[in-house]
C-alpha cells in the first residue's frame, strides 16, 4: 500500500550534515549545524549540566511519574522569570499562563495551533528570510504565512524602512513573529532604539508579537541584555507570546526542553488561556518529558549553579564572537575583496556571509566547506585551526 510513496528531500539544513558525513575528505568543516562546537569540533555538555545531572540521580525522590500536561511547575516559574525578568510586572500579577514545550520548535507549534483555534486574526507575519521551519510550523498550525522585509542584501543589515512598511500595512491584528535576539539566519537584529520604534507601530495597530527565543544569553553572552526586546513588550502592559528554547544556551540540544508563555491582560485571562492550552497539547503529546526541564529547573533555583551556567554560557558566546574577529582578520589580510565588516556586526551563532549558492557550491566542491546554500555559516563550527582554509576557500570563490 505505500509502494508509489515519493521519496522526501532531506531538510535543507539537517541534509548538509548528511553530505558532510559522506565526504572522506580529512579537511572538511561542517559549517551548517546549528549547534555549538569547542575549538577541538567536539559538542560540548555543560559542567553545570552535569552537576544538576548528579543532584538529580542523587535524589531518593525522583521519580518517571508523568508530568502535569502543562509541564513541570517549578521549570515554567523560573523559565518566565528568566526571559520577562524576576521584576517582571507581569509575573508578580500572575498573567503570564506558562507550560513546558519540546523545546523552541515545540513551544512554537503549540503556540501556533492555540492561535490558529482561539484568536480572531489567523494570518502570521514572519521575517523574510527566517529559519527555514517556520513557515512550516505555522502554516501546519492552521495560521495564514506572510512575509514581512527585513534583511538588506545591498547592506548585509536590516532593510528597517520595508519592515515598518510591510507592518503597517498588515490587518489590524495580525500576529508578528520576531526572533528575540540573534536573528537567524542573517545574524542582523534591530537596535533598541528600531525596537522601540517596531513596538510603537504594532501596539498601535494591535498586531500581536510572537517572540521566538531560542538564543538567550547565547548572542551577547548576557541572559538580560539578549531578552530586552522582550521586555520592552512586556512593560506596556500589553500581551505577546515567547517561545523559549534551553537547546543553545544550556546545549540541551536533544533533550527537547523548551517553554511557551503567553502573556495576558489579567489573571482570569491567563487562567483560562492555560485550560485551552491543555487542550491542545493533550492530543498531541499528552505531556512533556521530565528529564531536560529538571536539569534546567536545578540550576534556575540554585544561585551557585546559576552563576556557573552564566559564566559557561558567556564563554560559548566569546568563543563565537572571537571567531568572528578571526575570520575578519584572516579575510583582510589575504585582500579578499568586499567589504567584510558584516561579520563582525552581525549577532549571534550565525554569519549571512552574502555568498551565493554557486560560490557556496564551488567551496564545497573545492575546499570540503559545508555550509546551507543560502551563504549562512555557523560560527560555533569553526575553530582557529578551521579559519584559514575557510579564508582561502572564500577568497578562491568570491575570486572567480
Ligand atoms: N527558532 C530559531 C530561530 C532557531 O534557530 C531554532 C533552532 N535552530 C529554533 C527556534 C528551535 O530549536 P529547538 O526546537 O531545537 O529548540
Not at 513557515?135 to 534583511?151: C, D, M, N, Q
Not at 528575540?180 to 508579537?209: F, Y
Not at 513588550?233 to 500589553?238: K, N, S
Request: proline share 5%; charged share 20%.
Amino acid at each position: 500500500v505505500f509502494a508509489n510513496i515519493l521519496q522526501a528531500p532531506d531538510d535543507s539544513i539537517l541534509g548538509v550534515t548528511v553530505a558532510y558525513n559522506k565526504d572522506p575528505s580529512p579537511v572538511k568543516v561542517n559549517l551548517g549545524v546549528g549547534a555549538y562546537r569547542t575549538e577541538e569540533g567536539k559538542p560540548l555538555v555543560l559542567n553545570v549540566v552535569r552537576k544538576a545531572e548528579q543532584l538529580l540521580v542523587n535524589n531518593p525522590s525522583g521519580v518517571k511519574e508523568y508530568l502535569p500536561i502543562t509541564g513541570l511547575a517549578e521549570f515554567n516559574k523560573l523559565s518566565a522569570k528568566l526571559i520577562f525578568g524576576s521584576e517582571s510586572p507581569a509575573i508578580r500579577e500572575n498573567r503570564v499562563a506558562t507550560v513546558q514545550g519540546l523545546s523552541g520548535t515545540g513551544s512554537l507549534r503549540v503556540g501556533g495551533e492555540f492561535l490558529a483555534k482561539h484568536y480572531f486574526e489567523r494570518t502570521i507575519y514572519i521575517p523574510q528570510p527566517t529559519w527555514g521551519n517556520h513557515p512550516k510550523i505555522f502554516t501546519l498550525s492552521g495560521l495564514a504565512v506572510k512575509y514581512y522585509r527585513y534583511y538588506d542584501p545591498a547592506t548585509r543589515g536590516l532593510n528597517f524602512h520595508g519592515l515598518l512598511e510591510d507592518l503597517s500595512s498588515a490587518p489590524p491584528g495580525a500576529i508578528v513573529l520576531l526572533h528575540a535576539c540573534a536573528h537567524n539566519p542573517t545574524g542582523v537584529d534591530p537596535t533598541l532604539e528600531q525596537w522601540e520604534q517596531i513596538r510603537q507601530l504594532m501596539r498601535s495597530k494591535g498586531l500581536l508579537p510572537f517572540f521566538d527565543s531560542a538564543y538567550q544569553g547565547f548572542a551577547s553572552g548576557s541572559l538580560d541584555v539578549d531578552a530586552q526586546s522582550v521586555r520592552m513588550f512586556v512593560a506596556d502592559g500589553g500581551e505577546c507570546l515567547a517561545a523559549q528554547s534551553y537547546a543553545k544556551n544550556m546545549g540541551l540540544y536533544g533533550e527537547r526542553v523548551g517553554a511557551l508563555s503567553i502573556v495576558c491582560k489579567s489573571s482570569d485571562v491567563a487562567g483560562r488561556v492555560e485550560s485551552q492550552l491543555k487542550l491542545v497539547i493533550r492530543p498531541m503529546y499528552s505531556n512533556p518529558p521530565i528529564h531536560g526541564a529538571s536539569i534546567v529547573a536545578t540550576i534556575l533555583k540554585n544561585s551557585e549553579l546559576y552563576n556557573e551556567w552564566t559564566v559557561e554560557l558567556k564563554m560559548m558566546a566569546d568563543r563565537i564572537i572571537s571567531m568572528r574577529r578571526q575570520l575578519f582578520d584572516a579575510l583582510s589580510k589575504r585582500g579578499t575583496p568586499g567589504d567584510w565588516s558584516h561579520i563582525l556586526k552581525q549577532i549571534g551563532m550565525f554569519t549571512f556571509t552574502g555568498l551565493n549558492s554557486d560560490q557556496v557550491a564551488f567551496m564545497t566542491k573545492e575546499f570540503h566547506i559545508y555550509m546551507t546554500s543560502d551563504g549562512r555559516i555557523s560560527m560555533a563550527g569553526l575553530s582557529s585551526r578551521t579559519v584559514p582554509h575557510l579564508a582561502d576557500a572564500i577568497h578562491a570563490a568570491v575570486a572567480r
